[in-house]
């Protein structure tokens, strides 16, 4: 890393539906002239993360890139261990690997096995990885997994590459104060930030550790334009979807923070309708608690305030399709005091 970064990230996961590839690795370029910390790619039923990761590392100078996330059940940690070691080795020491427990619909409908002890399964897979970077031959007995005999035959560049944890609710916002290097929500109300953090440093110290060791990585959806009110309209969706199933921890850890009525009304809609329903039933209030939305001003403001809060890192949805609609949205939210 030639430079310090600045305390933004891109993601490129709201319009990959709306984009060609090349198109999103110009993005990503754009992202690491311009300076920002890093850029995650997410990984569900579409592309596979990792392929997508070593092309955005190969095509970029400086820039951090995080699988954001990979699942703890489709790979074994060894597998996630080593593919992250030589993403980083390749790198130069760029690659963050991004994990989380993931939902039963994609676990068991996408990938046919069975969605159990989600919380253990990431612990271990974590001490594992760690272990597997260390190097280290000794025997690891887990509830889950026993690896004994067999140790990593590169040297690895870093010993401890960076895992962001997706964590929502309380048990896993501990785990990751135990076992991570930082924190990477999404669609989290705004709010819920400063109460993970907090969270986070409690659980990091009580197992002696140093809470700051943790980055705190503030997902935020992006829109950018005059019409407040339509840009909302375009957020619900994503709302819709991830908040409606019952068994949702995006809306779990949504109804904790305030917006019990808000997320009560998109799951009886969803349930009654599908994700159409649920959309006409998401609230303003709880779309607009996960965005950074309105006009380019106002969105430089909002990234300048977030960034005095809880958030070591925003990391902002890629805001258009291509590069000459995403320049002038990039380069607009940084902040005068960074420029």
């Known amino acids: 890393m030639t430079a310090k970064r600045l305390p933004i990230g891109l993601n490129l996961g709201l319009w990959d539906r709306m984009t060609s590839w090349d198109d999103a690795v110009d993005i990503a370029r754009l992202a690491d002239e311009l300076g920002y910390h890093s850029v995650s790619i997410p990984e569900s039923f579409g592309r596979d993360g990792f392929t997508l990761c070593d092309r955005l590392l190969a095509a970029t ?30 790198s130069g020491g760029r690659f963050i690997l991004g994990l989380g427990s993931s939902t039963p619909n994609l676990v068991e409908g996408w990938h046919g096995l069975k969605f159990s002890q989600p919380l253990q399964r990431t612990r271990e897979t974590i001490e594992i990885c760690h ?43 501990r785990l990751c104060g135990e076992k991570s290097d930082g924190w990477i929500p999404n669609l989290l109300p705004v709010e819920g930030l400063a109460a993970g953090a907090e969270a986070i440093d409690q659980a990091a110290t009580g197992v ?31 709302v819709a979807v991830y908040y409606g199933p019952a068994t949702s921890p995006y809306a779990k850890a949504a109804a904790g923070l305030g917006y019990a009525d808000d997320v009560a009304a998109v799951q009886a809609a969803y349930a009654e309708g599908g994700s159409k329903a649920a959309i006409a039933a998401t609230s303003d209030r709880l779309a607009q608690s996960v965005a950074i939305v309105g006009p380019i001003t106002d969105c430089q403001n909002r990234v300048t305030e977030l960034l005095q809060g809880a958030a070591d890192v925003i990391n902002v949805t890629m805001p258009g399709p291509n590069r000459a609609a995403c320049e002038p949205i990039l380069e607009g939210i940084i902040p005068d005091r960074l420029r």
């Open 131 to 173: 272990r597997i970077w260390d190097q280290d031959r000794s025997p690891y007995e887990g509830e889950i997994f026993k690896v004994e005999g067999v140790k990593l035959s590169f040297e690895p560049v870093r010993k401890r590459i960076p895992i962001w944890h997706g964590a929502l609710l309380e048990k896993s916002l």
């Open 61 to 90: 100078e400086n820039i951090h890139v995080c699988l954001g996330l990979a699942n703890v059940f489709s790979r074994s940690p060894a597998v996630l261990a080593q593919t992250a070691a030589t993403l980083d080795e390749l």
């Open 208 to 238: 002696g550790r140093d809470g700051s060791e943790v980055s705190i990585v503030g997902g935020m959806q992006l829109l950018v334009g005059e019409d407040t009110n339509a840009l909302l309209q375009m957020l619900k969706f994503g």
